[in-house]
T-cell receptor, first 115, second 109 residues
Framework: IAGITQAPTSQILAAGRRMTLRCTQD?????MYWYRQDLGLGLRLIHY???????GKGEVPDGYSVSRANTDDFPLTLASAVPSQTSVYFC??????????????FGPGTRLTVL | GQNIDQPTEMTATEGAIVQINCTYQ??????LFWYQQHAGEAPTFLSY??LDGLEEKGRFSSFLSRSKGYSYLLLKELQMKDSASYLC??????????WGAGTKLIIKP
């Protein structure tokens, strides 16, 4: 693995179904993030984790949950998908929160369609 | 509220120079980032400014004026591969990134 990987690449999901998007990084970064990107809007933060064992809510957390059991993995779960969750989801990581110039590195994204 | 503004779309000619502007109003400021995003791909880091002035990195330069809440990304000697969206993001007082909607840059031969 080099950098950040996400799975699946794309998914079509029926409304009401549960779905987990996977994210793994091998850079030993402390902080990880989940964003959604919708046409005409900037990246919006869903949830973040500053270090393993801790998580926090971003700008649009409703309908999503995350866990951070270890440094490398940060899965995002949609408990009961709705069509408004149709989006491209990006996972990102950075060395350490609060570090000035703390560049975020992004995974390739998951394109999710909820019907 | 927090707000990042940048033009939706710009067009430029191969070999020319283009300036993409970004204005911001955020709760706190811990630096401004520019990212490049090709269609269907992930954003990739271009530049970071935390002090006023110009940062140059090859064909790309980024400028910041904190008093004006303003930044620009300058791309010189444009190449067709520079066709992409350019995202402006500000790190707020909680060290989270607030993102603009991005500027789609179209390069014509």
């Amino acid at each position: 693995i080099a950098g950040i990987t996400q799975a699946p690449t794309s998914q079509i999901l029926a409304a009401g179904r549960r779905m987990t998007l996977r994210c793994t990084q091998d850079m030993r970064h402390n902080a990880m993030y989940w964003y959604r990107q919708d046409l005409g809007l900037g990246l919006r933060l869903i949830h973040y984790s500053n270090t393993a064992g801790t998580t926090g809510k971003g700008e649009v957390p409703d309908g999503y949950s995350v866990s951070r059991a270890n440094t490398d993995d940060f899965p995002l779960t949609l408990a009961s998908a709705v069509p408004s969750q149709t989006s491209v989801y990006f996972c990102a990581s950075s060395k350490r929160p609060g570090l000035v110039g703390n560049e975020q590195f992004f995974g390739p994204g998951t394109r999710l369609t909820v019907l | 509220g927090q707000n990042i503004d940048q033009p939706t779309e710009m067009t430029a000619t191969e070999g020319a120079i283009v300036q993409i502007n970004c204005t911001y109003q955020t709760s706190g400021f811990n630096g401004l980032f520019w990212y490049q995003q090709h269609a269907g791909e992930a954003p990739t880091f271009l530049s970071y400014n935390v002090l006023d002035g110009l940062e140059e990195k090859g064909r790309f330069s980024s400028f910041l004026s904190r008093s004006k809440g303003y930044s620009y990304l300058l791309l010189k000697e444009l190449q067709m591969k520079d066709s992409a969206s350019y995202l402006c993001a500000v790190m707020d007082s909680n060290y989270q990134l607030i993102w603009g909607a991005g500027t789609k840059l179209i390069i014509k031969p």
